[in-house]
């Protein structure tokens, strides 16, 4: 996991400017007590993927391993705690950092007091997840998923998206969208403490419906794919269109698209499906005045493109990592609870 992001209003990296160019037994012994049916005998269920302490040591050791890796951008070592989409961005913020000149090195991280959604289940691949904040003060927790693909097969962060468990401070400093940022529910348990899963079928629905909603100009209202308004939704999108029409000299386009879903969906305390979807996110940005040109301003843009200006077209494609709240009640509005796509990894840019 790599510690930085880029906000929507500075994903596009550019600015516009005038110049150069998812069967009956039977009884034995003389015993004629009935013997009841193997149908009527519960099986016994699977094992937890992993024991508690043994998970509190896998997210130990990625840690350690992902911060000697960031430090010294060992994309070969991450690769040994690191897989799936979230080796991807990393790598990808990897080969960035070394164009960076004078760039500052990562800060260190540990996930603090985690707690764990240990899911019962035999065969692989397996998975678990460890909630925690990386810091002391954060209102938000990571939501890491863990997977061990083959039996003996070291476990891997595939997976990391970043949900508010706390609330925040009752202070004039937290703005109302603050405020009314969706909160994380828990999930679901069996006696024994065992988190409780949910079949993948159709889930990954709701990440079409979403990638949909924010694609600009092309895409439907929220309201229309079935997502609840609020802060990564209606908001979002809004904060999408006016950055696509910031400038008249431009013209600017959204796409999202929804990989198939592949890591685990679990089941919360309410019923509700928490889905976790992987967005894949690309932005253009074309002049449309002769005599004009984009420049870009951010150091990772930069970086992939070579330069910061001249450009006529500028294509930034960026990986986001979001939670979904599907409830069990059907057609009720699904709440996206993490704000990751419109805090995306950015994986690469390409300009003329």
């Known amino acids: 996991m790599r510690g930085w992001v880029e906000r929507l209003g500075t994903t596009v990296a550019v600015l516009v400017s005038v110049g150069c160019a998812v069967a009956g037994c039977s009884s034995g012994g003389g015993d004629t007590r009935p013997v009841p049916s193997a149908s009527a ?20 050791r990625y840690d350690t391993e992902n911060n000697a890796s960031n430090a010294a951008l060992d994309g070969n070592r991450l690769a040994g705690v690191e897989g799936g989409e979230l080796l991807e961005a990393s790598l990808a913020g990897y080969r960035a950092d070394r164009l960076i000149p004078d760039r500052k090195p990562s800060e260190p991280f540990t996930h603090l007091d ?92 709701v990440c079409e419906r979403y990638a949909a909603a924010m694609s600009v100009p092309a895409g439907p209202a929220a309201s229309e794919a079935r997502l609840a308004p609020g802060s990564y939704t209606t908001d979002l999108r809004k904060r999408i269109e006016d950055d696509a029409h910031r400038d008249e000299r431009m013209s600017q ?12 969906v679990f089941r919360t305390a309410s019923g509700a499906r928490l889905v976790p979807c992987v967005l894949d996110k690309a932005i253009e940005t074309k002049t449309l005045v002769p005599e004009t040109h984009l420049t870009a301003t951010t150091p990772r843009t930069i970086a992939f493109l070579g330069r910061d200006k001249p450009f006529t077209t500028i294509r930034t494609t960026f990986l986001a990592c979001v939670l979904i709240l599907v409830p ?4 009720a509005p699904a709440t996206v609870l993490t704000g990751g796509l419109g805090q995306s990894h950015p994986l690469d840019a390409t300009g003329t």
């Open 253 to 264: 386009t959204t796409t999202v698209t929804a990989r198939p879903l592949t890591r685990q």
């Open 328 to 331: 069990d009640t059907p057609d």
């Open 41 to 60: 005998v519960s099986p016994a269920p699977d094992p937890p993927v992993i024991s508690e302490a043994e998970a509190r040591q896998v997210l130990e």
């Open 114 to 205: 985690p707690r764990f959604w240990i899911p019962r289940a035999s065969g692989h691949p397996r998975t678990f997840v460890a909630v925690a904040a990386t810091h002391a003060d954060s209102e938000d927790k990571a939501v890491v998923h863990f997977v061990q693909d083959t039996p003996g097969a070291a476990w891997k962060a595939v997976f990391t998206a970043y949900a508010r468990v706390g609330d925040p401070p009752a202070t004039a400093s937290a703005s109302p969208e603050r405020q009314a940022r969706p909160k994380f529910e828990d999930v679901a348990r069996d006696p024994s403490g065992a988190a409780r899963t949910a079949t993948n079928a159709g889930a990954g629905a």
